[in-house]
């Protein structure tokens, strides 16, 4: 048996109310067929009514058919089965709830294959047959099935819209042009259609540099946060290291005050002491001589009292001092003060030194940050004071005296000879060179380049090579009354933006960033460069016609 009569088998073998195959199939007195169950439990929840009818034809039947199985149905159903098409091939499957089902199906609906836009018309794989097969039908077109066919019907005449009114910018039909639309510029809906394709193929582009620039944006961002990962952890490991070893210096400085003062304190304990036992020897002679003097005191005979009085009279000389200062209580207390001393000047050193690098915590800066800087002000934080370097600018630029403008002028100046100076192109570098955040801004005049470039730029001769945005070593704003241009490495992009007499440039050197600013009442971003710096980098003015100017502000 063939799939597609298969299928047809299948359909008409199908239960209207399950909208599954018969089972036990029942055909009723007006030749519709039902499951035995189904037409059954159908006719009971009738009962009401006492009337029961015919869930397709409503045909009503006094009294209460008899239900008998219709063997020759039951048969083919078997047959069906048999032949294993009870389940509808892939592409002929039934609509689900999200599907759009075919609009020429009867009973339950197939899924749709196509929508046919001539037509206004869904089909399943069966109905949309006579496209393929018909030569007039061919010619129709067919796209994914829709279930928003009627929006291309016209609300006020029915018929279908094939005009773009471009006035409006909306579909109409053919009455339309005739009616509101009559004069307006209208094309067939294929040429509308072909025009916003072209608009939306600029938009994707737009969107799709967009996702590529915020994609390289959050690889910086994921290589910042691994790099500040890392930055942190050696910060915590070293300030540990050094925290421990200064823990060490002040335990060690400790053990030796307490060594020292364990020392001169026996020293001191064992000199007193040491006197202490001669005093105390001199104390018992001294008692033993009052003793034989208060014994000679009591003798009475005379010449006995003067015969001995010259021998126990005289006294032997002390080994002391007649009388010992003793100092107030204060023997180690001048120690406790030294130390006291030292940790108020270790609390004042921690202190300060403890500001000074919680600040440097609190000013670790991280983040691309010139998105974040929305005004003037902002930027003006990482101001430099920039000069120019004499041994650098060409002979016929003259330099003011603090070396903060430079002019072109018609006659050559005499200079001394040097390996550094620009000998062709009136350009100029500054002295200073230029790494981490750097803003600063220029006021001009006549026609102008103001540039960065590495100090290794070609100097002799007027080669690019030595030309400010003609090369890999610089990039270059160019600035005349009326637009800027961008120059790196001979590629040449235009700007748009507001023509000021003044410019600010905005470096971040590490993440990369080199950005140009108009500057007026407000700052207007002109140009936005993001790459990879190798080398510091050095502010260059390039002068064209003379009286022109660069003047640092």
Same mark, same amino acid.
């Given at each position: 048996?063939?799939?597609s009569?298969g ?43 006492r ?6 034809c ?9 239900l ?39 009973g339950?609906k ?7 836009l ?37 609300s ?35 040429a ?12 994707r ?20 946060v691994?790099? %500040? #990962? +890392? ?5 915590? =490991? @070293? ?5 421990? /070893?200064?823990?060490g210096?002040? $335990? ?5 005050v ?14 007193v ?22 014994q ?11 015969l ?15 009388? %010992? #200062? +003793? ?5 180690? =207390? @001048?120690?406790?003060?030294a130390?006291? /001393?030292?940790?108020?000047?270790? $609390?004042?050193?921690l ?9 440097k ?34 002979r ?6 603090r ?54 730029i ?28 961008f ?26 960033i080199?950005?140009?600013?108009s ?35």
């Amino acid at each position: 048996m063939e799939h597609s009569g298969g299928h047809l088998d299948q359909d008409n073998l199908s239960c209207s109310i399950c909208l599954d195959l018969l089972k036990e199939p029942a055909t009723i007195p007006c030749g519709h067929s039902y499951c035995m169950n189904c037409i059954t439990d159908h006719w009971n929840e009738e009962d009401q009514r006492r009337i029961p009818s015919c869930p397709q034809c409503r045909k009503e039947f006094t009294p209460r058919p008899v239900l008998e199985k219709n063997i020759t149905l039951a048969a083919l159903v078997e047959d069906l089965k048999k032949n294993g098409l009870q389940t509808a091939p892939a592409d002929l499957c039934y609509a689900g709830p999200e599907d759009v089902a075919c609009d020429v199906c009867t009973g339950r609906k197939m899924k749709a294959v196509k929508s046919c836009l001539v037509c206004l018309v869904t089909y399943c794989e069966n109905h949309l047959q006579p496209h393929h097969d018909v030569p007039g039908l061919k010619k129709h077109k067919l796209v994914n099935p829709s279930k928003n066919l009627h929006e291309n019907i016209c609300s006020h005449h029915d018929e279908v819209m094939k005009i773009f009114c471009r006035t409006d910018q909306q579909c109409i039909c053919y009455l339309c042009l005739m009616d509101k639309h009559k004069g307006h510029d209208t094309v067939p809906a294929a040429a509308g259609r072909a025009e916003k394709q072209k608009e939306l193929q600029v938009s994707r582009q737009q969107i799709q540099q967009r996702i590529q620039d915020q994609e390289k944006d959050v690889k910086l961002l994921q290589q910042e946060v691994e790099a %500040i #990962n +890392v930055s942190a952890d050696k910060a915590v =490991e @070293d300030s540990e290291k050094i925290f421990t /070893e200064m823990i060490g210096l002040i $335990q060690k400085r400790s053990s030796d005050v307490k060594q020292q003062i364990r020392s001169q304190q026996e020293t001191e304990v064992s000199r007193v002491k040491e006197l202490q036992e001669k005093l105390e020897q001199e104390i018992t002679e001294l008692k033993r001589k009052d003793a034989e003097l208060e014994q000679l005191s009591d003798t009475e005979d005379h010449n006995q009292f003067l015969l001995n009085y010259p021998s126990l009279s005289a006294l032997s000389e002390s080994t002391h001092s007649t009388s %010992i #200062n +003793v100092r107030p209580l204060r023997y180690f =207390e @001048d120690v406790t003060a030294a130390v006291s /001393e030292l940790r108020e000047k270790l $609390q004042g050193l921690l202190k300060d030194k403890g500001t000074n690098i919680s600040q440097k915590v609190t000013e670790v800066d991280v983040l691309l940050s010139e998105s974040e800087q929305k005004t003037r002000a902002g930027f003006l934080k990482y101001s430099q004071v920039i000069t120019l370097d004499p041994n650098s600018a060409n002979r016929f630029l003259l330099l003011s005296k603090r070396s903060r403008k430079v002019t072109k002028i018609k006659l050559e100046q005499s200079c001394s000879s040097h390996p550094d100076r620009f000998t062709d192109w009136y350009q100029v570098l500054s002295r200073e060179s230029l790494t981490g955040r750097c803003y600063w801004e220029v006021e001009w005049e006549g026609t102008v380049d103001v540039a960065v470039s590495y100090k290794n730029i070609s100097r002799a001769g007027g080669l690019d090579e030595c030309l400010f945005g003609f090369n890999d070593k610089s990039l270059s704003l160019h600035c005349n009354k009326d637009s800027y241009t961008f120059y790196h490495n001979r590629v040449k992009t235009p700007v748009s933006g507001p023509v000021s007499s003044r410019v600010g440039v905005y470096l971040d050197h590490r993440a990369g960033i080199l950005s140009f600013y108009s500057v007026s009442e407000t700052m207007t971003l002109l140009h936005r460069v993001q790459t990879k710096f190798t080398q510091p980098l050095y502010v260059g003015i390039w002068l064209y016609d003379d009286g022109s100017f660069v003047e640092f502000v």
